[in-house]
Nanobody, 125 residues
Framework: VQLQACGGGLVQAGGSLSLSCVAS????????MGWFRQAPGAEREFVAA????????HYAASAKGRFTIARDNAKSTVYLQMNSLKPEDTAVYYC???????????????????WGRGTQVTVSS
C-alpha cells in the first residue's frame, strides 16, 4: 500500500495550494479517503474526508468553507484544494485511507487506517 502526497509548499496568507495523493496497492474505490495535518508540537488533527464515490464529505470546522476535498477513482487520487490559507494552517498534511466510514462520520481514524507520508504546507503571514 502506498499513499503518495504532494503539492505542499510555501504560500502567503490568503493564498491557495492544491494537494494530491496518489494511492496504489489497494482497491481505491472501496476506501474512504481523508486528509489530516500535524503542526509542530501539536497532535495530528482531522481536516477532511470523502466517501467511496465522492457523494459524501466531512470537514473539520477549521477547514469548512475554505478547503475542498475531491477524488478521482479512475486515477486513484484524492485532492485537497485549500483556499484563503492562514498561518495556522501550517502543518504537515497526511493522506489517509480507511475501509470504514468513521472518517466521514466524525473525522476519526480507525485501527484500519493507512497513512501516507506527509507533505509540508507553510503559510507565511
Amino acid at each position: 500500500v502506498q499513499l503518495q502526497a504532494c503539492g505542499g509548499g510555501l504560500v502567503q496568507a490568503g493564498g491557495s495550494l492544491s494537494l494530491s495523493c496518489v494511492a496504489s496497492g489497494f482497491t481505491f474505490n472501496q476506501y474512504v479517503m481523508g486528509w489530516f495535518r500535524q503542526a509542530p508540537g501539536a497532535e495530528r488533527e482531522f481536516v477532511a474526508a470523502i466517501n467511496w464515490n465522492g457523494g459524501s464529505t466531512h470537514y473539520a470546522a477549521s477547514a469548512k468553507g475554505r478547503f475542498t476535498i475531491a477524488r478521482d477513482n479512475a486515477k486513484s487520487t484524492v485532492y485537497l484544494q485549500m483556499n484563503s490559507l492562514k498561518p495556522e494552517d501550517t502543518a504537515v498534511y497526511y493522506c489517509a485511507a480507511d475501509p470504514g466510514f468513521t472518517m466521514c462520520l466524525n473525522g476519526q481514524p480507525s485501527v484500519s487506517t493507512w497513512w501516507g507520508r506527509g507533505t509540508q504546507v507553510t503559510v507565511s503571514s
